[in-house]
């Protein structure tokens, strides 16, 4: 299991949530509530895998654990993830706090409910890579690329 590339699951989950709600169709209100249930299922389904990447992380080790290293673009660029005792604690908290927002937004968010959940699980995901990556231009890409969902 230590073996297992867990980060890339966190990383990877919401997305496919994501891809999931995109196949949904329609504006009806059992459609909404299809949508509102598959992303309450993909925030859960990672606060799950969170807790077991707490479980597996050893409070005595110094250093990265958990590391993943993959070429990626070139030698230089490499998809390369890992946590250390705070990145870790950042992603915990991070998967704990999405589904109590999804769970805020239950009633409040009427329109454009498909938009809205989509945005939340690749926020998510994006959070995983910030507080993940260990390469520089990886952690750019994802803070590129969540600041910009923001603003």
């Not at 606060?47 to 993943?68: N, P, R, Y």
């Not at 005792?85 to 009633?107: D, K, N, R, T």
């Not at 968010?109 to 993940?132: C, H, N, P, Q, W």
Request: include cysteine; aromatic fraction near 12%.
């Amino acid at each position: 299991m230590a073996d297992w590339p867990i980060l890339t699951a966190l990383l990877l989950v919401p997305l496919f949530g994501a891809l999931l709600i995109l196949t949904i169709r329609g504006d009806s209100e059992q459609a909404q509530q299809n949508i509102r249930y598959v992303a309450l299922f993909t925030t859960l389904a990672e606060l799950l895998l969170a807790v077991i990447m707490w479980g597996m992380f050893d409070v005595g080790e110094a250093g990265f654990q958990l590391v993943e290293s993959h070429a990626w673009i070139g030698e230089n660029i490499r998809y390369k993830m890992g946590v250390d005792g705070i990145s870790m604690l950042f992603i915990v908290l991070s998967a704990f706090l999405m589904p109590l927002c999804i769970l805020a937004s239950w009633q409040s968010i009427t329109k454009r409910v498909k938009d809205y959940m989509i945005a939340f699980l690749v926020m998510e995901s994006l959070m995983v890579g910030v507080f993940g990556a260990l390469d520089i231009f990886l952690f750019y890409l994802s803070s590129k690329v969540a600041l910009s969902r923001c603003f």
